[in-house]
């Protein structure tokens, strides 16, 4: 089973680290740490080897794979000398991309791009004899899409497409292209991508499931955790701030307020839903060019005890944003391929494990079926994985 891995913003920092980390644990130059998948609790489960994932992809960047990974190797990102060992890897991987568009500036008529798009990723999947292609968006985060009636229905969308007008931002414009050539789509960032009814409708008529969105790596994969933890011991939370530094091409496109208000509304998420009351406090995100692929987050948690003891906990977390999320794309590839095999189409909620936005079963953030405790969501893809 030959499995085709299909990144939008294929030469950037996170998907590069999962190029290179694929190959090196296919290799055995390195153990497979962070990939959910690689565990006992999914050793019954049919998944493709992570030598069976074919890469390639749509960006708008000139570099080389080959030269972002050097770049990784002198941020510390990846290991010095890995590069070298999977260079054939990277080679076959970069070969693979082909030019992505901007929106607005590249697109005067969305349905030629499209369909432009959706004629790459199946030439991709003929190219290479691959048994299906999972699309994974790890482009830069987009600022929220304007509403538009275009979004509603499946007819709509292609009427609208049909008479030249711009209705989609990119990620969604990636999207409709994926679900169009029979793909599985995945978002990783908080931007629209698939998160439109059209898109739901174009899905289910296609027969191929979509997952999102924003993946989980850090500051609110501790959220999940926490949260749980104080509504379980019925503990009042009266303030939830947080503050996140972030370097690289992440932290400078969430410089810009607009594309940093749909990080935090995702980010904001996991506390009022998993306390099931509103709290106090606002995320951060500052941008501080010196960090460069890593990033740091501090949080302050006010919280009433017994008698109405006033407590706090405050914790950091310092990391690599693309060495934790590499991993996790390596996992939703495999994990999505499974659910396309299975005769799945639609949203996959039940990998709601790996998002701070997850996906409902009727297709909408926060969605009858979701629960934003890590441990729950866990439990909910193990079991799953193991029906499949």
Same mark, same amino acid.
């Given at each position: 089973m030959?499995t085709?891995?299909?990144?939008v913003?294929?030469?950037?920092s ?10 090196a644990?296919?290799a055995?130059?390195?153990p ?5 998948t690689?565990?006992?609790?999914f ?15 749509h ?6 794979l ?12 990846v290991p ?6 999977v ?6 991987a970069d ?9 607005p500036?590249d ?14 990723i ?5 190219r290479?004899g691959?048994?299906r292609?999972v ?10 899409a ?5 979004h509603?229905?499946?007819?709509a969308?292609?009427?609208a497409?049909a008479s030249?007008?711009?209705?989609l931002p990119?990620s969604s ?13 995945v978002?990783?960032t ?5 998160r439109?009814?059209?898109?739901d ?6 027969g ?6 924003d ?8 959220k999940?955790?926490?949260a ?13 701030? $947080? #503050?996140n530094?972030?370097? *690289?091409g !992440?932290? /400078?496109t969430?410089?810009?307020? &607009?594309?940093?208000?749909?990080k935090? %509304?995702?980010?904001?998420l996991v506390?009022?839903e ?7 406090g606002?995320v ?5 060019a ?6 740091t987050a501090?949080?302050h ?8 003891a ?7 977390w ?8 590499a ?15 299975s005769?799945?189409?639609g949203?996959?909620?039940?990998l ?10 009727? $297709? #909408?953030t926060?969605?009858? *079926?979701? !629960?934003? /405790?890590?441990?729950t969501?866990y &439990?909910?893809l193990?079991s799953?994985? %193991?029906?499949?």
């Amino acid at each position: 089973m030959t499995t085709g891995v299909w990144l939008v913003g294929a030469r950037g920092s996170v998907a590069t680290t999962a190029v290179v980390g694929a190959a090196a644990v296919a290799a055995g130059l390195t153990p497979p740490t962070g990939c959910v998948t690689e565990s006992p609790d999914f050793a019954g489960t049919p998944l493709p080897d992570l030598g069976d994932l074919v890469f390639g992809g749509h960006d708008v960047a000139g570099a080389d794979l080959t030269k972002r990974a050097e770049q990784l190797v002198r941020s510390g990102v990846v290991p010095a000398g890995l590069p070298e060992l999977v260079a054939d890897g990277l080679a076959a991987a970069d070969a693979e991309i082909r030019p992505g568009v901007r929106v607005p500036v590249d697109v005067r008529d969305q349905a030629t791009a499209a369909a432009a798009l959706a004629s790459d990723i199946a030439a991709f999947r003929e190219r290479r004899g691959l048994d299906r292609v999972v699309v994974i968006n790890v482009a830069s985060t987009e600022p929220p899409a304007d509403e538009h009636p275009a979004h509603g229905s499946l007819d709509a969308l292609s009427a609208a497409l049909a008479s030249g007008n711009d209705v989609l931002p990119a990620s969604s414009l990636y999207a409709y292209a994926a679900l169009t050539a029979g793909c599985p789509y995945v978002d990783f960032t908080p931007s629209t991508g698939a998160r439109l009814p059209a898109l739901d409708e174009l899905a289910r008529r296609r027969g191929v499931p979509y997952a999102g969105r924003d993946g989980k790596t850090g500051e609110t994969l501790l959220k999940s955790v926490l949260a749980p933890m104080f509504a379980q011991r019925a503990l009042r939370v009266r303030a939830w701030s $947080g #503050t996140n530094l972030l370097g *690289g091409g !992440d932290g /400078a496109t969430l410089a810009d307020p &607009a594309a940093a208000a749909a990080k935090n %509304a995702s980010k904001s998420l996991v506390v009022g839903e998993t306390l099931g009351y509103p709290v106090d406090g606002q995320v951060h995100i500052d941008y501080v060019a010196d960090l460069g692929d890593w990033k740091t987050a501090w949080d302050h948690v006010v919280f009433d005890g017994f008698l109405g003891a006033r407590m706090s906990l405050q914790f950091t977390w310092q990391g690599c944003d693309s060495a934790l999320a590499a991993p996790l794309i390596l996992d939703l590839a495999r994990l999505m391929d499974l659910a396309h095999a299975s005769g799945r189409a639609g949203p996959v909620n039940e990998l709601a494990f790996f998002f701070k936005d997850p996906v409902g079963a009727d $297709g #909408t953030t926060g969605g009858p *079926g979701v !629960d934003h /405790a890590l441990a729950t969501q866990y &439990a909910t893809l193990r079991s799953w994985a %193991a029906s499949r």
